[in-house]
């Protein structure tokens, strides 16, 4: 059964125009993501798995092609107009966690749903704590992020990424700075967060992910060299 995408890019390229000149970061991309689908983004460190993240999640615009995500067209979207998209279609996880140091655990959970006014203000500490509760870290709630663990900002930051309880989760080597048993803990809540319906778009550098992931993209200077779904449909995968 063919279902319509819910993430789509044709023909996505990205210059960067420096001093020293023009460097193609993004070449030819052509993507089509269903909704729920957890995906693994791999490959070597200036592959473009960064800027590629950022057209996804509007934070910049690519310099040719099409993005489409959720029926919006964000290649034609105008700055505020990407800023209100994302602020409430996506949750971003960061590879150094970027908690707001002097709010709480909880607080920094509250934060993206006092922006966006869309959770009623008497729900949203409850809903905070129990994001905070669903990763296992209800008690670390009225801590400054500097007294949490890095297992425990990360998750934090999850929960935040998800206060307004978007359709994409999207993360750029979120375990970057754990250790191999919680790194494994974060990519197995991924896995059931996409088993919730969410699409989960994971950028790391960890192999390991590749038996977690249901499917994996595989960037090779700026290009998309290997799509697992498609070498799956292609008949070489047994
Ligand atoms: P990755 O995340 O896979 O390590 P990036 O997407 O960050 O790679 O970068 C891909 C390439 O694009 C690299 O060669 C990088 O130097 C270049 N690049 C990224 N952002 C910029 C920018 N703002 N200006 C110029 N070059 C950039
Ligand atoms: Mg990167």
């Given amino acids: 059964m063919q279902q319509e995408a819910f993430i789509r890019l044709e023909g996505v390229e990205k210059e960067f125009r420096t001093a020293a000149g023009s460097f193609m970061a993004l070449k030819g991309i052509d993507i089509s993501i269903r909704r729920g689908e957890y995906i693994g983004i791999l490959g070597a460190s200036g592959s473009g798995k960064s800027t590629l993240l950022t057209m996804m999640t509007g934070i910049d615009r690519p310099s040719a092609g099409e993005i489409h995500i959720g029926g919006e067209a964000l290649h034609n979207m105008k700055e505020g107009q990407l800023a209100a998209w994302r602020g409430r279609s996506v949750g971003i996880v960061f590879q150094f966690f970027q908690l707001m140091p002097t709010l709480s655990a909880l607080e920094n959970v509250m934060l993206p749903m006092d922006f966006l006014g869309k959770i009623p203000l008497a729900q949203r500490r409850k809903r905070a704590l129990l994001l905070l509760e669903r990763f296992g870290i209800s008690d670390q709630a009225a801590k400054l992020p500097s007294a949490m663990s890095g297992g425990q900002q990360q998750?934090?930051?999850i929960a935040r990424a998800l206060a307004n309880d978007?359709?994409?989760?999207?993360?750029?080597?979120?375990?970057?700075n754990l250790d191999s048993t919680t790194a494994d803990s974060i990519f197995t809540a991924f896995k059931q967060l996409s088993n919730e319906?969410?699409?989960?778009?994971?950028?790391?550098?960890?192999?390991?992910?590749?038996?977690?992931v249901q499917r994996k993209l595989i960037l090779v200077d700026g290009r998309l060299a290997e799509d697992s779904a498609k070498v799956q449909a292609g008949g070489f995968v047994a």
């Fill in 155 to 157: 998750r934090a930051a």
């Fill in 197 to 212: 319906g969410k699409t989960i778009l994971l950028v790391t550098h960890e192999r390991s992910v590749g038996s977690l």
């Fill in 166 to 176: 978007p359709e994409l989760l999207v993360a750029d080597e979120p375990t970057g």
